[in-house]
């Protein structure tokens, strides 16, 4: 059974920091990119970062370059996503999901598995 569950969401004043992580298990996660995408109230789901799990490659979204790490430990077969600098506009639901395309990783369509979730509050 396919399984990706997120990790690591929460309540946290503006500026702070968190760290979501995402297992996986159930494919072979060597030949799939994980991505995460976000989703706000009445807003669209939208990819804010990727990384390949074959070669490392990462992408990032351009309104989290430079305050968002993609990372993983093929070995655990999760990948984290260091969330720092973060602001009110952060706050959302947190999804990872699981593509064999990872240069296609902004495209839902593209994702075969998804996981359930982890809510992300970002406080004023």
């Known amino acids: 059974e396919v399984q990706l569950v997120e990790s690591g969401g929460g309540l946290v004043q503006a500026g702070g920091s968190l760290r979501l992580s995402c297992a996986a298990s159930g494919f072979t996660f060597d030949d799939y990119a994980i991505g995460w995408f976000r989703q706000a109230p009445g807003k669209e789901r939208e990819g804010v970062s990727c990384?390949?799990?074959?070669?490392?490659?990462?992408y990032y979204a351009d309104s989290v370059k430079g305050r968002f790490t993609i990372s993983s430990d093929n070995a655990k077969n999760t990948v984290y996503l260091q969330m720092n600098s973060l602001k009110p506009e952060d706050t959302a639901i947190y999804y990872c999901?699981?593509?064999?395309?990872?240069?296609?990783?902004?495209?839902?369509?593209?994702?075969?598995?998804w996981g359930q979730g982890t809510q992300v509050t970002v406080s004023s």
């Open positions: 990384i390949s799990g074959s070669d490392g490659r990462t």
């Open positions: 999901a699981a593509t064999r395309y990872g240069s296609r990783w902004r495209i839902k369509a593209w994702y075969d598995y």
